[in-house]
């Protein structure tokens, strides 16, 4: 048996689903006439609210993977959908969890298997790292990956203890097979045809591959219980036929309900499988993109049952969807016209306050507040605050208005006071929250979300926003 000392591996995991979905059926019928006779389609997809993108999404996942107190060597994030070209996204996720200003930071993208690309160099050189993968991919309306693509997040933390599951072997194979790509100067992919994909593409070349990831481990195919590959299911069916894997599991109920992720969609498949697997049993996750990565690891079991269950609606309105990925240009009237020109100035000086939600904790009465500042609006104490993340914090809605007249992409603005245990009081705009949803009193979780956006300079503002709790949680 060897040490914890000794093993490196996966010690924690974390995903994050966007709250909304979209039927296929509904776009379907919306849209299917474009592309002829087409099915309705089975189940849904996620997809982001406005002031998401795979930052944010990142971040929350993060969170969630991210044990209290935890400071990892490295923090990588993996993505074909960044939103800036030339800004450290995970300089901005490093502020929002708090990490140290030393944490080693890295990006990596150009590839679907960006993630588990990353999974393999964490392993093979045995660094502490927190690995999210997260994409917000969105498609051109009437097109095959309107209904198959999903949004989301997840993460892992990798590192030598404890483990949730030991990565026991891995291969990788590079091959410019171009099955779909996404031009720099376009927002949506371009795909060929399915079928020649799935012979040509995948099933030769990952079948090798998946054989020698095996052979190294000395694990036959019948003994892998779960088959995580980020395919349709066609695809993935085949596979499992070609490789002697019909016997494993292959976790399709999440491209049912969500999705394919992207970059996250292996990672995310990874998460799920860990809160349900049992000790002894062996995972087969698969990155695919110009080329495969295969990790084998075991399951220990630690993380089984350890799933939360988010708020999940399904939006009707397939315009609304249109507006709120901003697929339609929805003219949001007079009240919309204003110049959301940052201070990059001012907003240096706050950065980390914003960023990391850090108020101050009094050394006089030991209050909580936000903004910090230099004299304590408690016991007017003066002199320098201690600053306390509050991103983790459950709030508490003290008051709040809905505003069917102030201009925001999914009406109404919702806003008011939020209280925090320790004496901060707040006033923040609320997200994801349905007309009547909210209650005073209630308890609310934080979210790191967009502010603004700035579209005359191409810049976009975040911060945090009370958001409902998930269940089992808060």
């Known amino acids: 048996m060897v040490g914890d000392e000794q093993r490196f591996g996966v010690l924690a995991s974390g995903a994050y689903l966007p709250r909304w979905r979209i039927e296929r059926r509904t776009i379907t019928e ?5 592309r002829g006779r087409v099915k309705p389609g089975h189940g849904s997809r996620s997809f982001a609210n406005w002031d998401e993108d795979s930052l944010t999404m990142a971040v929350e996942a993060c969170r969630v993977a991210l044990p209290a107190g935890a400071a990892p060597t490295r923090l990588q994030l993996a993505s074909t959908s960044l939103p800036f070209a030339d800004r450290s996204h995970a300089g901005i996720a490093r502020e929002a969890l708090a990490l140290p200003p030393t944490t080693r930071l890295g990006e990596s993208g150009g590839s679907r298997r960006a993630a588990t690309s990353a999974l393999i160099d964490a392993l093979e050189t045995r660094t502490e790292t927190l690995l999210c993968g997260s994409d917000c991919v969105d498609a051109q309306p009437g097109s095959e990956g309107e209904t198959e693509l999903g949004h989301g997040a997840a993460a892992v933390l990798l590192g030598q203890g404890d483990c949730l599951a030991d990565a026991l072997s891995w291969g990788t194979v590079a091959d410019d097979f171009v099955d779909r790509y996404r031009a720099a100067d376009r927002r949506f992919d371009y795909r ?5 994909v799935r012979d ?3 099933r030769g070349p990952l079948g090798e591959l998946i054989g020698q990831v095996l052979g190294q481990a000395g694990i036959e ?3 892998v219980d779960c088959l995580l590959a980020p395919l349709p299911a066609p ?4 596979v499992a036929r070609d490789n002697g894997l019909e016997q494993a599991d292959t976790a399709g109920e999440l491209e049912s ?5 992207g970059a996250a969609h292996p990672l995310l498949m990874l998460h799920h499988a ?3 697997a049992s000790a002894g049993q062996h995972l087969l996750l698969i990155g695919a993109g110009q ?9 220990t079991g630690n993380g089984a049952g350890q799933a939360a269950e988010p708020p999940v609606s399904v939006e009707p309105n397939y315009v609304r969807y249109l507006g709120l990925r901003r697929l339609l240009e929805i003219d949001g009237g007079l009240r919309a016209e204003r110049d959301n020109r940052s201070s990059q100035s001012a907003a240096h000086r706050r950065h980390l306050d914003l960023h990391g939600l850090l108020g101050g904790r009094c050394g006089a009465c030991g209050k909580l507040q936000f903004p910090r500042a230099d004299r304590c609006v408690h016991c007017h104490a003066a002199g320098e605050q201690t600053p306390e993340s509050m991103a983790g914090l459950p709030g508490e809605v003290n008051s709040f208005t809905e505003d069917w007249l102030a201009w925001t992409p999914r009406p109404p603005l919702i806003f008011g006071n939020v209280h925090f245990p320790g004496g901060a009081n707040v006033m923040m705009e609320f997200t994801d929250f349905e007309s009547g949803e909210l209650e005073t009193g209630q308890v609310v979780r934080m979210a790191f979300r967009i502010k603004d956006f700035d579209e005359r300079r191409g810049f976009r503002r975040y911060f945090w926003k009370p958001a409902p709790v998930e269940k089992g949680h808060g």
Not at 235 to 238: F, I, K, L, N, P
Not at 257 to 261: A, Q, R, T
């Open 30 to 34: 919306a849209v299917g006439w474009s």
């Open 192 to 196: 060929l045809e399915a079928r020649w």
């Open 200 to 202: 040509a593409g995948v």
């Open 221 to 223: 195919p019948s003994q």
């Open 235 to 238: 695809v993935v069916r085949a």
């Open 257 to 261: 309900c969500v999705g394919l992720c």
């Open 274 to 276: 860990l809160t349900r």
């Open 291 to 299: 080329g495969f990565d295969v990790v084998l690891l075991r399951a």
